[in-house]
């Protein structure tokens, strides 16, 4: 099973600070990575797949990159609507895998 | 836009069966490629894929669910449905239904990334 290693854990910034947020996989995905975001009592809700697209209606200061093993979630200028937990997803090997997930907080 | 929305018994008894189902609204769940699955999430593990069912009836599971695992679709109600046999206390969690699809992919079945979900329902196993 893929391991994703999400860092930091926690991630305390300002509104309009850019926050940049790092998942690591215990085996090359390729671009096989998809970002999630998480408010409390909430479901996830897909920001980003296949490492860099973003789904329907995410607002253009997400961005990810990345490939093989490393990849990286971009928010370019945090809103306060942005302070969540975030979550990776792997797709490029079954059984299909999640990071812990990074919360990002106000500072 | 579709909407998904799970309903079922909050609390289950050890050793009994738990029962979900998810229900589509605002689209149908033959209307293309997509692969329709149950995702918990759980303080201990976090974000669990467990399965999914194809529009074309063909399921795939979780190894270390699939013994007690069935996921099935009834597509004249626009639902379908999880079924946990023999729960224990780790089976307690938030359980999400959710759309998966897979676009180019190294795998089969092909690898999904998921959304939209549904708002979850948590699910006790206690007696």
């Known amino acids: 099973e893929i391991v994703l290693t999400q860092s930091p854990a926690t991630l305390s910034l300002s509104p309009g600070e850019r926050a940049t947020l790092s998942c690591r996989a215990s085996?090359?995905?390729?671009?096989?990575l998809a970002w999630y975001q998480q408010k409390p009592g909430q479901a996830p809700r897909l920001l980003i797949y296949d490492s860099s697209n973003r789904a329907t209606g995410i607002p253009a200061r997400f961005s990810g990159s990345g490939s093989g093993t490393d990849f990286t979630l971009t928010i370019s200028r945090l809103e306060p609507e942005d302070f969540a937990v975030y979550y990776c997803q792997q797709r490029g090997d079954w059984p299909l895998t999640f990071g812990g997930g990074t919360k990002v907080e106000i500072k | 836009q579709v909407q998904l929305q799970e309903s079922g018994p909050g609390l289950v008894k050890p050793s009994q069966t738990l029962s979900l189902t998810c229900t589509l609204s605002?689209?149908?769940?033959?209307?293309?490629?997509?692969?329709w699955s149950w995702i918990r999430q759980s303080p201990g593990k976090g974000l669990e894929w467990i399965g999914y069912i194809h529009y074309s009836g063909s399921t795939y599971y979780r190894p270390s669910l699939k013994s007690r695992l069935t996921i099935s679709q009834d597509t004249s109600k626009n639902q379908f449905s999880l079924t946990l046999n023999s729960v224990t206390a780790a089976d307690t969690a938030v359980y999400f239904c959710?759309?998966?699809?897979?676009?180019?992919?190294?795998?089969?079945?092909?690898?999904?990334?998921?959304?939209?979900w549904g708002q979850g329902t948590l699910v006790t196993v206690s007696s």
């Open positions: 959710a759309r998966g699809q897979s676009g180019l992919s190294s795998t089969w079945p092909p690898g999904l990334w998921f959304g939209p």
């Open positions: 605002g689209d149908s769940i033959n209307s293309g490629d997509y692969y």
């Open positions: 085996q090359s995905l390729g671009s096989y």
